[in-house]
């Protein structure tokens, strides 16, 4: 079994969970059986609802909270009947509107709202239960209640006190209790008084043996000092996502490394291997290893994505347009598209960009497109599936200051595309090969990875405004989709599948 642990899951996914999808996708396809255990508290949506979307099954997810229950994770089924008859035989006035219910009880201020799935059926997600104008209590459900939890007054706020987690019958598996930065959990044979406990028990509880296979992939440090003492004998490993070190404050004797992985980088004689997607990153890791940890260190170098095919366009694709997808976040310079976009198409008048993903920076988008007056030819598309987006546009274009690997790039040369990016770490380096299927932009490196200064950021994006008019004027679109085609070929779930193989058979 494979065992990869992570923090959270939320409808505005980072890439490594979107990593984890392909992962399960492919250790589903060489027959191999995972789990993906989530570590957080989540309660803004069912588990099972994110998950799925995303390609797991819910067979393959395990969340530490319902770990020590028997409940499924599961689509949530729980109806309103079974809701009103939780609530006993007393009277309540019935009101509905959208995918809320209010239950109305006798007494001041006393009712319950209900929270319903999105859908044609009336399954209920939440229920809050509120007493003389105050919260009094929450339950969550799947196809039975999974938790409650307790609140009481404080100032003019509800404060959490109390959880309850529950079996499928109804009875109590455990509690925990919570009083500012103190928690402590109830079980019936003994209590817990840290996460970090809550965690090392459930670890000790999946009884690894030397042929499982545990992964921390996006784990904090505290959780990692968790599971490392409780998971011998499995073999462990480290999946590393994003840049592991900072150039500003290494030098020939120190090196600052990400605080991410510092800890799991101390720990080294006991991780088995490290796993990383390129093998510039590879070769520059064990280099760093050996130069300031006197370490050889084993490292597996996978990609953390495949294509299930190359895809070509069912019809012609749109002339002169651009795609980039992404979270919106300030390290992806979105912003630097959007404007070069719109110095390039003084040029070229029929250029398009759309933006796919959702973040902290649509606001600030949406201002600085208002602004340049180019909303009718640059699009915030939104989250959304991307795979049979792709093929429908000529070229892919990102100027974000890092990609360690980049789903999105190898999903954008899977559909034939052009690439215009900067010449950085380590996803643009390995999917942009320059002047033979896009451009590779050189930049500064070290504390200039990341844009601060003004000549800079005007620098930068005058470089892509005129790669991208090049790239449309001058450029061989079609020997450039020819090479991103064969490029991308290295990527086809097989060849990944290989490699997964490969690595377990010599791991177990």
């Given at each position: ?17 979107y990593a984890q999808a392909y992962r399960a996708k492919v250790l589903r396809n060489i027959g191999q059986e995972a789990r993906f255990i989530f570590l957080d508290m989540i309660s803004s949506e069912n588990i099972a609802r994110i998950t799925e979307d995303m390609g797991f099954l819910d067979r393959e ?434 060849e990944v599948e290989y490699k997964w193989n490969e690595f377990i058979n010599q791991m177990i």
């Open positions: 079994m494979i065992y990869n642990f992570n923090m959270s899951i939320g409808w505005i996914s980072n890439g490594v969970e997810i395990i969340w530490l909270y319902t770990f020590f229950t028997n409940c499924r994770t599961s689509p949530v089924t729980y109806t309103l009947g079974q809701l009103e008859r939780s609530l006993g035989t007393g009277k309540f006035a019935f009101f509905k509107k959208g995918n809320i219910v209010k239950y109305t009880f006798p007494g001041k201020e006393n009712f319950c709202i209900a929270y319903l799935e999105n859908g044609e059926k009336e399954y209920v997600r939440q229920a809050e239960f509120i007493s003389n104008g105050r919260l009094i209590r929450k339950d969550y459900y799947t196809y039975c209640r999974i938790y409650s939890e307790y609140y009481a007054p404080v100032g003019q706020k509800a404060h959490l006190y109390q959880r309850r987690f529950f079996q499928e019958d109804g009875s109590v598996a455990y509690e925990e209790i919570l009083d500012g930065d103190s928690v402590l959990y109830c079980f019936p044979d003994r209590q817990l008084y840290s996460k970090k406990e809550l965690i090392g028990y459930m670890v000790s509880c999946l009884n690894l043996t030397e042929s499982d296979i545990v992964l921390l992939d996006g784990v904090k440090p505290e959780a990692a000092r968790a599971i490392l003492p409780n998971a011998a004998p499995a073999k462990i490993g480290v999946v590393i996502h994003a840049q592991h070190f900072w150039e500003e404050g290494t030098d020939e004797n120190n090196i600052l490394w990400n605080c991410q992985y510092e800890y799991v980088f101390s720990q080294h004689k006991h991780i088995h291997f490290y796993m990383m997607s390129t093998d510039a990153q590879s070769r520059l890791f064990k280099e760093q290893f050996q130069k300031y940890k006197n370490a050889a260190p084993v490292v597996a170098v996978i990609p953390v994505g495949s294509l299930s095919e190359r895809k070509a366009p069912a019809n012609p694709r749109k002339r002169h347009s651009l795609i980039t997808a992404s979270r919106l976040r300030p390290e992806k310079y979105v912003d630097f598209v959007i404007e070069a976009v719109a110095e390039a198409r003084k040029q070229i008048p029929d250029l398009t960009l759309d933006i796919y993903g959702s973040g902290t920076e649509e606001i600030k988008l949406w201002e600085l497109m208002t602004r340049l007056s180019c909303c009718d030819y640059v699009r915030l598309r939104g989250h959304r599936n991307l795979d049979d987006v792709y093929q429908n546009y000529e070229a892919y274009i990102s100027a974000s200051a890092i990609e360690t690997f980049g789903l999105t790039l190898m999903e954008a040369i899977g559909s034939g595309l052009a690439v215009i990016g900067f010449d950085v770490p380590y996803g643009n380096q390995n999917f942009i090969d320059d002047e033979k299927n896009g451009y590779k932009i050189p930049v500064n490196h070290g504390n200039r990875i990341f844009v601060e200064e003004n000549e800079e950021r005007e620098k930068r994006i005058q470089s892509l405004a005129d790669r991208i008019v090049r790239l449309f004027t001058q450029a061989d679109l079609e020997a450039f989709r020819r090479h991103s085609y064969k490029k991308a070929k290295q990527y086809l779930a097989k």
